[in-house]
C-alpha cells in the first residue's frame, strides 16, 4: 500500500466516523398527536357529562362519578369542571393561558372560528409552564349569587332551591345543609326569605328538615342553625347571615363554612353533611383554572354581551395535565349545528 494510498484510507474511515458520530446525534422528531373535535350534550339541569381526553376523546358517564378516575373533564351547561382537587378523585390539573382575557365585550363579539384556529395552532410544547402553574378545583366564592334567579313571568327574583350547600356550623357545633326555599319581594326589593336545613350534632346524621324565616327590611339578619332562630351577629351563635342586597356570609370567624352541593343530590335523601373535601368561609362555587364567571373574558363563554341570552366564546386556550399528559384544550361553542344551547364543542390536542 503507497504512502498516499493509506493518507486516503485514513481520510475515508475519518469521514465515515464523523459521519456515524453525527447520525447517532440525530433529534429524533417530536411526536405529533391527532387533534380532536367533540361536542358535548351538557343540557342537563343536574348532573354532569364526563370527558375523557384520551386517544381521541370520549364522552362517559361513569356510574359513580365522585369514585372514578376515567374522566377528565365534566360538563353542564357553561360549567366546566375538572376530576381532582374537590370535585373529583383523580389528579387533574389545568392552566389557563388567557390569551383572550382582557378582551372587551366588542372583542369578543368580533371574534372569528379563524380567530380560534390561530390561537389553538400557537400554542405548542414550549408553551407548558412549570408543573406548579397547573392547578386542580378547589372552593371559591360563588360568583353568580346561585340561590336566586330572576322569573321573567313575574318579572321579578325568586328563590332557586336547586342551590345547596353542606355547612360546617360554628364553634364546631355540627354540619347541616341549606338552601333557601323563597325570596320575598315587594317590587324590586327584597323584604324577606325562608330557608330550609337539615342538621346534625357532631357524629351524627342528618336530620328531618325546618326552615328559619329572615326579616330583610330592618338590615342584614343571622341565623343560627343549631337554635333554627335568628342570633345576635355579636360572636358565634349565627352561621348564616343574609344582607338586603341578597348577599350571602358565613361566619368564618368563628368556623363556618360551606361546600356545594352538586344539584345531583338528593336533599332529602343526603345523609350526611360532614364529608366535604372542606369547608370554604363564604358561600362557596366550586372553581380553578377553568373559571366559571360568563361576564368577561376571563373563562371560556361571555353571556349576554348583546342583550340577546346569547353566549359568544372566548376563544381562551388551557392546557389540562392528565395522567401524566398534557393536553391543549379550547371551547369553541356553546350550541350545536342546529343552535340548541348546552352543547359545547370541546377542541383538544395532546402536546406531551
Not at 13 to 21: D, E, I, Q
Not at 24 to 30: H, I, L
Not at 69 to 78: C, L, S, V, Y
Not at 265 to 285: C, T, V
Request: hydrophobic share 40%; proline share 7%; with cysteine.
Amino acid at each position: 500500500m503507497t504512502p498516499g494510498t493509506r493518507r486516503t484510507l485514513r481520510a475515508s474511515l475519518a469521514t465515515l466516523a464523523a459521519l456515524a458520530g453525527c447520525e447517532s446525534d440525530t433529534t429524533v422528531p417530536p411526536e405529533v398527536f391527532e387533534e380532536g373535535r367533540i361536542t358535548v350534550d351538557a343540557t342537563a339541569p343536574l348532573g354532569f357529562t364526563y370527558l375523557s381526553l384520551a386517544d381521541e376523546g370520549a364522552v362517559m358517564m361513569p356510574p359513580d362519578p365522585a369514585s372514578s378516575t376515567e374522566w377528565h373533564m365534566g360538563f353542564r351547561r357553561f360549567l366546566v369542571t375538572l376530576n381532582g382537587g374537590v370535585a373529583g378523585p383523580g389528579s387533574v390539573a389545568a392552566v389557563n393561558l388567557g390569551n383572550n382575557m382582557n378582551a372587551t365585550a366588542d372583542q369578543v363579539v368580533a371574534l372569528t372560528e379563524q380567530d380560534g384556529e390561530a390561537a389553538f395552532q400557537a400554542i405548542a410544547d414550549a408553551d407548558i409552564p412549570a408543573a406548579s402553574s397547573f392547578v386542580e378545583d378547589g372552593l371559591a366564592p360563588d360568583p353568580g349569587a346561585s340561590w336566586f334567579r330572576f322569573e321573567p313571568r313575574i318579572g321579578t327574583l325568586v328563590a332557586n332551591p336547586q342551590a345547596a350547600w353542606k355547612t360546617r356550623e360554628s364553634s364546631g357545633r355540627g354540619f347541616a345543609i341549606f338552601r333557601v326555599t323563597a325570596l320575598e319581594m315587594e317590587g324590586q326589593r327584597p323584604v324577606g326569605l325562608t330557608i330550609e336545613f337539615r342538621r346534625h350534632d357532631p357524629n351524627g346524621t342528618l336530620g328531618a328538615a325546618a326552615t328559619i324565616d329572615g326579616d330583610l327590611t330592618r338590615g342584614p339578619v343571622f341565623l343560627g342553625l343549631a337554635t333554627g332562630a335568628p342570633a345576635s351577629p355579636a360572636g358565634c351563635g349565627w352561621d348564616i347571615g343574609v344582607t338586603p342586597d341578597l348577599s350571602i356570609e358565613l361566619n368564618a370567624d368563628c368556623g363556618a363554612g360551606t361546600f356545594p352541593l352538586d344539584p345531583a343530590q338528593d336533599f332529602n335523601a343526603l345523609q350526611r353533611a360532614d364529608d366535604a373535601p372542606e369547608y370554604g368561609g363564604f358561600l362557596s362555587a366550586i372553581s380553578g383554572a377553568f373559571p366559571a364567571t360568563v361576564d368577561d373574558a376571563s373563562g371560556v363563554f361571555w353571556y349576554n354581551i348583546q342583550e340577546n341570552s346569547r353566549m359568544w366564546p372566548t376563544y381562551n386556550v388551557f392546557l389540562v395535565r392528565a395522567d401524566e399528559r398534557i393536553y391543549k384544550v379550547q371551547i369553541t361553542s356553546y350550541y350545536d349545528a342546529s343552535g340548541m344551547s348546552g352543547h359545547p364543542t370541546v377542541r383538544f390536542q395532546r402536546l406531551r
